[in-house]
């Protein structure tokens, strides 16, 4: 079956500029994930989505991020007014919802974002 | 909080030789530790995971890892690398809040 897709695969935006990062869940999955993987943090979680709402945003940077997830399914990563420090990799996951946190996640291949 | 430890940025091992990936983790509750395998320019695969049934736990590609609670590691092992084995390694932890902590990460070379 498919897999966790995203969209673009990459980006390239000016400083200042606003980016919308989507991701589509494998169907099914009620659970879906967004983390951001670059250079000097390594993984980090920016948020959770149980259905459509998101019971953890703790990993969000700042303000200019937002998140957010439609009919259970799509999901897409807003970044507002875009900072060279935004150039990462971001990958979104997806899984069902098991008992104590034990269920797979299931990543997608990411989306390259550079800020010039 | 839980964190995730992992020793090493990068290992290289011979084809034949034993793989050894270290990951010590750090959770004031019982963990759910993972083991994730990253190919270039992809996303993020689960190799095995550790949810307390049984503490040596197997995964594909012929790794596998033991949970040892005194030590707080969960270290990764395959006993014959494969050049197809070439990759970043990711060690999780999570404790049931579904979001996953991950370690910096190990790339494993592998030489013929």
């Known amino acids: 079956g498919a897999g966790v897709s995203q969209s673009p695969s990459n980006k390239v935006t000016e400083k200042g500029k606003d980016v919308e990062l989507r991701c589509d869940p494998i169907?099914?999955?009620?659970?879906l994930y967004w983390y951001r993987q670059s250079l000097g943090q390594g993984l980090e979680f920016l948020i959770y989505?149980?259905?459509?709402?998101?019971?953890?945003k703790s990993g969000l940077p700042s303000d200019r991020f937002s998140a957010e997830r439609t009919g259970g399914s799509v999901s897409t990563l807003t970044i507002q007014r875009t900072q060279q420090e935004d150039s990462a990799v971001y990958l979104c996951?997806?899984?069902?919802?098991?008992?104590?946190?034990?269920?797979?996640?299931?990543f997608g291949p990411g989306t390259r974002l550079t800020v010039l | 909080a839980q964190s995730v430890t992992q020793l090493g940025s990068h290992v290289s091992v011979s084809e034949g030789a034993l793989v050894l990936l270290r990951c010590n983790y750090s959770s004031s509750v019982p963990p759910y530790l993972f083991w994730y395998v990253q190919y270039p320019n992809q996303g993020l695969q689960l190799l095995l995971k550790?949810?307390?049934?049984?503490?040596l736990v197997k995964g594909i590609n012929g790794f596998e890892a033991e949970f040892k609670k005194s030590e707080t590691s969960f270290h990764l092992t395959k006993p014959s690398a494969h050049m197809s084995d070439a990759a970043e390694y990711f060690c999780a932890v999570s404790t049931g809040f579904q979001k996953l902590v991950f370690g910096t990460g190990t790339r494993l070379l592998v030489s013929p």
């Open positions: 989505f149980q259905g459509n709402s998101a019971p953890d």
């Open positions: 169907s099914g999955h009620t659970a």
């Open positions: 550790y949810t307390s049934a049984a503490t």
């Open positions: 996951a997806s899984s069902l919802v098991g008992t104590g946190g034990d269920n797979e996640q299931f």
